[in-house]
């Protein structure tokens, strides 16, 4: 059923405390935690408590959960305080573009200056 855990994304499990992560904020309706491997001084997901395949699925089926994580993102970049410097929001969407778990999660990346266009 749509938002139902699955057995074998990661994210989902990040979000059920079986795999470990470094969780910076926690909501009733998402998580945020570090990425395992940054790009950035600050690099962080932030993710749906429920699984939805990607960014577009998600604002679909759940408009306000999907305002949710953008909230998220602010709160994440103000806590790591980013705000002043400027900070990037991500949604890697398909695998051409990066995708590589099929969870919906954005990246706030910030602490150093970021190209535009992105590579
Ligand atoms: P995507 O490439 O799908 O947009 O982003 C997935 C992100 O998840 C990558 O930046 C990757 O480093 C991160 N990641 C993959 N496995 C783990 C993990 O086990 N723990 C954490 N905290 N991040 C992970
Ligand atoms: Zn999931």
Redesign the pocket.
């Known amino acids: 059923m749509a938002g139902e855990p699955q057995a074998d994304c990661?994210f989902c499990k990040?979000v059920a405390g079986e795999?470990p992560?470094?969780v910076v904020r926690e909501t009733e309706t998402t998580v945020a935690?570090?990425?395992?491997?940054p790009?950035a001084p600050t690099h962080v997901?932030v993710v749906p408590k429920a699984h939805y395949r990607d960014a577009a699925t998600l604002a679909a089926a759940e408009p306000q959960l999907t305002a949710d994580l953008l909230r998220e993102a602010g709160e994440v970049a103000a806590e790591d305080k980013v705000v002043g410097t400027g900070y990037r929001i991500v949604f890697?969407t398909g695998s051409g573009a990066?995708?590589?778990?099929w969870h919906a999660?954005l990246?706030v990346l910030g602490g150093r200056g970021l190209d535009w266009p992105p590579g």
Request: hydrophobic share 40%.
């Open positions: 990661l990040i795999v992560a470094t935690f570090r990425d395992i491997n790009q997901l890697n990066g995708q590589t778990i999660h990246h």
